[in-house]
């Protein structure tokens, strides 16, 4: 049983940064594909990025890509997601993922675990 928890959210002006944690816990790391999904308030919970494969490959939806950054540490079971030029539409509850899979999938009910997420919110 894997666990996911998500760490680094918090308030941040348009336009600063933050970085977003998932530490896992329970399984074979680096054989999953680890995914971000995000739920802003009134909102379906969308895609946001991927990292997979041995070779750590990612993959980003459109609306954020040159902004965030995905980076993994096997040795840690940590992945982060560097997020620049924050903009007040990115604001909302980060959910780390994981699929037992080296394959991403953008829909979150091919999500084999979930954490518990963290809030990130952008004021204008």
């Known amino acids: 049983q894997v666990q996911l928890r998500e760490s680094g959210g918090g308030l941040v002006q348009a336009g600063g940064s933050l970085r977003l944690s998932c530490a896992a816990s329970?399984?074979?790391?680096?054989?999953?594909?680890i995914e971000w999904f995000r739920q802003a308030p009134g909102k379906e919970r969308e895609f946001v990025a991927a990292?997979?494969?041995?070779?750590?490959?990612?993959y980003f939806t459109n609306s954020v890509k040159g902004r965030f950054t995905l980076s993994r540490d096997n040795a840690e079971n940590t992945v982060y997601l560097q997020m620049n030029s924050l903009k007040p539409e990115d604001t909302g509850v980060y959910y780390c993922?994981?699929?037992?899979?080296?394959?991403?999938?953008?829909?979150?009910?091919?999500?084999?675990?979930w954490g518990k997420g963290t809030l990130v919110t952008v004021s204008s």
């Open positions: 993922a994981a699929r037992e899979t080296q394959f991403y999938n953008t829909d979150s009910r091919a999500m084999d675990y």
């Open positions: 329970g399984g074979t790391f680096r054989m999953y594909a």
């Open positions: 990292i997979f494969g041995s070779a750590g490959s990612t």
